[in-house]
């Protein structure tokens, strides 16, 4: 049995996975830590506390491919690979039939167009602007002094969700607090909040375009009132593996898997080469 | 005697203005007062009123007539009459450096930059209506994750010896690059000079896309802060006029036009009275 891992530093909470090769390709484990300020910390405290759950020696593993926005702080890495490429590659391993990522994270949200091996054939990406991302979600819930966990499960109740005109995370604080001054309920509020959002990440996407199956990856997949937005936006459903969160990271590791292979062939044919030039 | 009370409801503050004219078109302001805003407009609004009462001497019973003005002008019940900011910041402006044509005026959430004629009519306008990208929630929400007072940001941010680019025009996703220069060690004055550039660099594409010409007038709550006057003035390459109360341009502004619609009125009542 071979073992990798791919260790996902996003800005928020880094992730990392713990894979085998034993014919064919599983997940060990899985960590998911708080990023904080300090990158290098956090990379190295996923990938330990991932091999503690997988029951692993951190010297057992292989490979290790880092991604993610921090990726270049990950002391342990072997190489580092975007998080593009990563997260259809992790779609692509849980859900083959993927041919659209719609990944929402910490601070961005991306659409990327995925081919039938799991290659990125096209990409958007918005990093400008919070919305769409775990930020925004994060903020409204602080303005409504409640946890970011309820929002979603609180959008799902509007009866009559308002219509939000902005998607600007500092507007929308405002409007909250406007709409709950005139007495408007928390998940009308928040049905019109979620909404707004799904159709911003929507108009977004179709730039790649979009087509089936689309899966959605990313923190803010956790959030079941933003895939429903999102579904309803869309006209379909999406794929939400209960992984989502960890896509990044399972890409990474995938790619470490394979990576692995190259690395070993290569030293295999090292003294081949060798003796070749000597002649 | 015609007392007029201008009350500029922005995002941030509310702030009130009290000018007399005495038949002649000679304006003399005669106090003013501010309050936090706040959900109830028409409350920030008395509130401020009431302060620039107090600073004039005078009682409300005084005032003949109110002209609000900002985003939350349709919230006070007791006005006679509401303008655009757009217009009142352009009358303020236009009033307090009558050479100027081009105005910038940077509040809590918005950022405005406006042309104008010689009389101080606006011509042309951008606002950014989509987005609080180089508004001073930008530099609010930097100065609360700082640990510093607002008002200290301005004169930090002029001892900045090597001030270091804040690229994110979100004024939410700036907060975590303000957290990775502070975890990189960079110094809080670097830092507030960072972001002074950053939004004097939006300001100024903003003057250039409404066709700015001539002298600029900067007003709004965050030309109070020195550093970001220095910015502009820096990438302007040309000094920019600043009035001492420059958050209090809008509510001045709206005090004018209230007299020139006052006086209209009663000229027109006086007419009616004659025939």
């Known amino acids: 049995m071979r073992v990798a891992a791919g260790v996902d530093v996003g800005s928020t909470q880094t992730k990392a996975v713990v894979m085998a090769e034993n014919g064919g390709r599983s997940i060990l484990a899985r960590a998911l830590v708080d990023t904080g300020a300090n990158v290098r910390k956090a990379a190295e405290n996923a990938f330990l506390t991932a091999c503690r759950n997988a029951e692993i020696p951190p010297t057992e593993v292989g490979f290790v491919v880092g991604t993610g926005y921090g990726r270049y702080n990950i002391s ?63 903020n409204a819930a602080d303005v409504m002094g409640i946890g970011l966990e309820e929002v979603g499960p609180l959008s799902l109740r509007a009866t009559r969700a308002i219509k939000i005109a902005t998607v600007c995370t500092v507007f929308v604080e405002s409007d909250i607090l406007s709409y ?22 929507l108009s977004l996407a179709r730039r790649v375009p979009i087509e089936p199956d689309v899966t959605m990856t990313g923190g803010v997949a956790r959030n079941v009132g933003m895939v429903r937005a999102l579904e309803e936006v869309l006209g379909s459903k999406m794929q939400v593996s209960p992984d989502a969160h960890f896509m990044g990271a399972i890409g990474a590791a995938v790619f470490a898997l394979e990576k692995m292979d190259q690395s070993f062939e290569s030293s295999m044919w090292r003294p081949e080469h060798a003796s070749g030039s000597g002649h | 005697m015609r007392v007029v009370a201008g009350i500029d409801c922005g995002s941030g503050f509310t702030k009130a203005v009290l000018v007399a004219q005495n038949g002649s078109p000679t304006s003399s302001i005669l106090g003013k007062g501010r309050a936090k805003s706040g959900i109830n407009m028409e409350e920030a609004a008395q509130s401020a009123l ?60 918005s950022t405005r930059a406006m042309t104008m004629s010689e009389s101080g009519k606006v011509r042309t306008f951008k606002t950014n209506d989509k987005c609080a990208a180089g508004s001073g929630m930008f530099i609010a929400r930097a100065a609360k994750y700082l640990e510093i007072s607002i008002e200290d940001v301005g004169t930090l941010s002029l001892q900045a010896t090597n001030p270091q680019p804040i690229s994110s025009v979100c004024a939410v996703l700036a907060e975590s690059e303000i957290i990775n220069h502070v975890s990189a060690g960079v110094s809080v004055e670097n830092i507030l000079r960072g972001i002074h550039d950053s ?20 007003i709004g709550g965050v030309a109070l802060q020195a550093g970001i006057v220095k910015a502009l003035q820096e990438k302007l390459g040309a000094k920019v006029n600043v009035p001492p109360d420059c958050d209090y341009v809008c509510a001045l502004g709206a005090a004018l036009l209230g007299h020139k619609r006052l006086a209209l009125k009663e000229n027109s009542a006086s007419i009616q009275e004659v025939s």
């Open chain 1, 76 to 138: 342990f890495g072997n190489a580092q690979l975007t998080e593009i490429s990563c997260h259809a590659r992790g779609a692509h391993f849980v859900c083959p039939s993927t041919r659209t990522v719609i990944d929402m994270g910490g601070q961005d949200a991306k659409a990327i167009s995925v081919g039938s091996d799991g290659q990125v054939l096209d990409f958007v990406m918005n990093d400008k602007c919070a919305a769409g991302t775990g930020r925004f979600l994060a």
């Open chain 1, 180 to 201: 709950l001054a005139q007495g408007k309920k928390a998940e009308d509020i928040l049905g019109g909040v979620h909404l707004a959002i799904a159709k911003r990440t």
């Open chain 2, 50 to 109: 009431q302060s620039a009462l107090e600073n004039a001497g005078l009682g409300r019973s005084q005032v003949d007539y109110v002209a609000t003005t900002g985003f939350g002008r349709y919230g006070v019940g007791f006005r006679d009459i509401q303008v655009t900011e757009i217009t009142s910041g352009a009358r303020g402006a236009h009033y307090l450096f009558p050479g100027s044509r081009c105005v910038l005026d940077i509040g809590g959430q």
């Open chain 2, 199 to 218: 939004l004097a660099d939006r300001a100024l594409a903003m003057l250039k896309r409404v066709g700015m010409e001539g002298e600029v007038t900067f």
